[in-house]
C-alpha cells in the first residue's frame, strides 16, 4: 500500500503572519473611494475568492465607500477555506491589525471567536430579528455575536437536463439512481466522441469541502455528523460505512479518478465545461453555469442531492458564510458599519440575483426582483431549514482538527488506501483520544 499520505491538521503556522499574508494574499491595496473621500479613514476587509465572491464583495464595499466618505482596502484570500482559516489564525493570534473585517466560514466562530467583537451592541434588534434564527446561532459563542451572518448555503445535486431528456432519465432520487444514471449518460456521451466526459464531479480534495460532502452522504444513509449530541464520536457505524463504500465505488466509474483533486471550483469547470452529468456543488454556482458564455447555460437543473439506502433521506450540509470585525480594528465603528451594509437585504438580494448566494434574511426572498432571476431560490426553503450542522458548537476550537481527522479518513477511503470500516474505526480511536484529552 506503501506510506499514507494525510494533509496536516490545520493548526496555525508558525511563520510570521507577514510572511504568510504575502504568500497567500493574491490581491491586495485595492482602493475604493468616493470623491472627496481623501480625508476618511481606512477599512480592510478580506474577501474570499471562490466564483465571482471578490466581484461582489468589492462591488458592495464600492457603494459603502461611495457612500460613506471613507474608503475600503479590499484583500483577496485563497479559494479553499482551510488555507483561509490558518491565513485567518496567523494574523489574528500575532495581533496584526492589518484587517478589520473577516469573511468566515458558519463553522469557524467556535475557532476564532476570541479574536472577534461582539457585534450585538452595533446591531438593532430589529435588524438581527429579520435574519434566520437558526443561521444567527450559528454564529454566536457564550451568547457573544461573532459575526453577521452574510450568505447562507447547502449542497445540491446539478444535473443536465438535455441529456437526462435526451437519454429518458428522471432525476435520480437515490445515489442508486444517480449511478446507474451517470454510468449510462457518461457511456453513451464517450460513444459519440466526447473522450473526457464524466458521470459525476463533486468536491473530493482533502480539505472541508470533503468533510460536507462526506456527511451528506453518511446523512443520507441516516448516520451522525462526526460527532454525536453530546459529544461523542460516532463514526464506528456501519451507515457510515454504507455511505463511504457507495461513494468509494464512484471514483474511477462514473467519476474521475481526478476528482480526488478537486474543490469547488474545480468540480464546476468540468460540469461547465460539457465534460460532466451531474455535480455536487453550492448554489453559488447557478449563476455561473447560467452565465453569458456557459457552454452549459439553460440546460442545467438543480434537486435535492439524493437519498441513502431504505430509510434514507435527502440530506444537505449547512454552509454559507458571516462577516465577523477584529477586536484589534483600529476602526472597530467604521467595520461594524461596513458589515451592516453588506448583510443588510438590499445587499443580499443583489448578491442572491447576480451570484446566486442565499440570503439569510427571511422577507428578501419575497423580493419580485430575486423570485424573477433565481426562481430555483424559492424551493431551497426547506433544505435549508433541514440542513445538516457541521459539529463545529461541539468540537469548538477544535473543530477543524476534529473535521481534518475526518475528511483524511474519508480521502484515504476514496483513494483505495485501506477500507472504509477500518478507516472509520481509526478515525473513531483519534477522536476518542483527543476527547478523553479534554480536547472539546
Known amino acids: 500500500m506503501g506510506e499514507r499520505r494525510r494533509s496536516p491538521d490545520p493548526s496555525p503556522a508558525k511563520a510570521r503572519p507577514r510572511a504568510l499574508a504575502q504568500g497567500l494574499l493574491l490581491a491586495s491595496a485595492l482602493w475604493l473611494a468616493a470623491t472627496g473621500a481623501a480625508a476618511g479613514a481606512t477599512v480592510t476587509i478580506a474577501c474570499a475568492a471562490v466564483g465571482i465572491e471578490y466581484e461582489l464583495c468589492r462591488e458592495g464595499a464600492e457603494a459603502w465607500a461611495a457612500g460613506s466618505g471613507h474608503r475600503v482596502e479590499l484583500i483577496q484570500t485563497p479559494s479553499l477555506s482551510n488555507e483561509r482559516l490558518a491565513l485567518f489564525q496567523q494574523l489574528l493570534a500575532s495581533g496584526s491589525a492589518d484587517i478589520d473585517v473577516f469573511q468566515i466560514d458558519v463553522v469557524w466562530p467556535g475557532i476564532l471567536g476570541r479574536y472577534f467583537l461582539d457585534l450585538g451592541p452595533y446591531v438593532a434588534e430589529e435588524t438581527l430579528a429579520a435574519h434566520v434564527p437558526a443561521v444567527v446561532e450559528s454564529y454566536r459563542v457564550d451568547g457573544a455575536l461573532k459575526a453577521m451572518p452574510w450568505y447562507a448555503d447547502v449542497g ?82 456501519p451507515r457510515a460505512v454504507a455511505a463511504l463504500e457507495t461513494a468509494a465505488a464512484w471514483v474511477g466509474a462514473i467519476a474521475p479518478r481526478g476528482v480526488l483533486t478537486y474543490a469547488e471550483e474545480e468540480a464546476r469547470g468540468v460540469f461547465q465545461s460539457g465534460n460532466a452529468a451531474f455535480m455536487r456543488n453550492w448554489p453559488y454556482a447557478w449563476a455561473l453555469l447560467n452565465g453569458e458564455g456557459s457552454p452549459v447555460r439553460g440546460k442545467v437543473g438543480v434537486a435535492p442531492l439524493p437519498r441513502g439506502g431504505a430509510g434514507g433521506r435527502h440530506a444537505s450540509v449547512l454552509g454559507g458564510g458571516g462577516l465577523a470585525v477584529s477586536r484589534h480594528s483600529r476602526h472597530p465603528e467604521l467595520a461594524a458599519a461596513l458589515v451592516r451594509h453588506l448583510t443588510g437585504r438590499a445587499e443580499q438580494v443583489r448578491r442572491a440575483i447576480k451570484g446566486a448566494f442565499n440570503p439569510t434574511i427571511a422577507a428578501a426572498y419575497d423580493d419580485p426582483a430575486l423570485r424573477a432571476a433565481q426562481p430555483f431560490m424559492v424551493e431551497l426553503g426547506p433544505l435549508l431549514a433541514a440542513a445538516v450542522a457541521r459539529p463545529a458548537r461541539l468540537a469548538g476550537n477544535q473543530y477543524n482538527r476534529v473535521s481534518a481527522i475526518f475528511w483524511n479518513a474519508v480521502h484515504d477511503t476514496l483513494a483505495g488506501r485501506g477500507e472504509a470500516a477500518a478507516n472509520l474505526r481509526s478515525a473513531q480511536r483519534r477522536l476518542e483520544h483527543w476527547r478523553q484529552g479534554g480536547k472539546w
Open 156 to 237: 445540491l445535486l446539478y444535473y443536465r437536463t438535455d441529456l437526462l431528456k435526451r437519454h429518458g432519465i428522471a432525476v435520480p432520487e437515490t445515489w442508486a439512481e444517480l449511478a446507474a444514471a451517470a454510468g449510462t449518460i457518461a457511456a453513451a456521451e464517450r460513444a459519440a466522441g466526447k473522450a473526457r466526459f464524466t458521470g459525476f464531479v463533486f468536491q473530493g480534495k482533502a480539505y472541508e469541502g470533503l468533510t460536507c460532502n462526506a456527511l451528506e452522504w453518511i446523512a443520507s444513509f441516516g448516520g451522525a455528523p462526526i460527532l454525536a449530541p453530546d459529544g461523542r464520536p460516532a463514526l464506528d457505524d
